[in-house]
């Protein structure tokens, strides 16, 4: 810097650590926004005695959190009360189920490191007051509460999140599925779908198969309806894919893959509810007169309607979107013309891995996978996750080459978020990947079929 300190006299380590924690407290709000949706929806199927797909989820989150009840809604509204009332804990309060959710000896760490996050609500606000003009000027206090942030972010606004939309939406199962634009099938109408808040599109999943629904999709003159699957929350519908094989074709990419998605001309609706609905789409929408409707503010879109969903409001908003889709349909397929690249994406790509689902599949025991480690067959597992980048030679570029560089050298790759839809898309995670595989990890590979 040309002078060492800003005007107001703040030094560079608080300059970064204040834009950090900015930073941080925004991530943080995301994910924080998903999981108190997906608990207050997951209350509202409770007391409604709505069905849940995920039975022995339900009692597995009962057990943990030590909640009992005459019923599964019982215990599911406790359940849910039980998260929203951590969230909306004062920032001095500390949450009760991080105990419950971390892992002892690391649990026992945050607590003698003073990290233990108080209300997730709270640590947000918090977070972006302190990194607000001239208020905290300490980086090593800003940088604990990134800290602070990063748990309540991780074990709430992902680990519960999951859980709670095993219950409501069933458990992730392994099988393989299609990816890539073969899942846009050009005779149904097709509701394409970005965000992260799966549980908003339980009535919707399967209102779209209702005799009523395919009628009138019939009379317009398509077969019936197709979700299909865009970003984070498509990644999520084909993990959970088993539950819904009829109204979902699969995951046709990730977060920049929208737009060529929407240029193949055969989506008539985008259905949004938070990132990454790219505002990249908008343009490309109104060219191709696809229509736009968003159900949850915080992602509004400038050319998109606005029907904003909550459970008790789940047949208006179904009903909404439906006659939106059949009416783009009819309005825009003599029109516009369509390009389905055929060999994009594949039909088997293995998806469904959960804690639950692997630990199944290898016998109901880490072991297996221990001992692979352990003798040397597997040289390690990586992580390869979050959203896809543009850098370093284009979309997906780096994290494609990452793996292909890992699993040469033997290593298992775990991937999550929008990286997977890149990995998926250009076959990595084919069961014929295991020929890139280093030796030892394909033979693994090809004994278990994966
Ligand atoms: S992984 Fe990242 S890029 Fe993809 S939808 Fe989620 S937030 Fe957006």
Redo the contacts with the bound molecule.
Sequence with gaps: PKTPKGICGADADTMVARNLLRAVAAGSGCYIHIVENTARNLRAMGESGAAFKGAKALERVAELFGITGATPHEKAVKIANAVLSDLYLPRDEKMKLTAKLAYAPRYAKWQELGLLPGGAKSEVFDGVVKSSTNLNSDPVNMLLNCLTLGISTGLYGLTLTNLLNDIMLGEPVIRPAAVGFKTIDPRYINIMITG?QHSCFTHLQDRLLDADIVDRARQAGAEGFRLVGC??VGQDLQLRGEHYKEVFTGHAG??FTSEAALATGAIDLVVSEF??TLPGIEPIADTLKIKMICIDDVAKKANAAYEPYRFADREPVSEKIIASAVEAYKARRDSVGINIPAEHGNDDTITGISEVSLKDFLGGSWEPLVNLIASGDIKGVVGVV???SMVSGGHDVLTVDLVKELIKRDIIVLSA???S?GLENVGLMRPAAAALAGPSLRAVCEKLGI
Excluded: I, P, R
């Design positions: 992260h970003t984070c990730n977060n990132n990454c979050g959203c896809s978020g929008c990286s839809g």
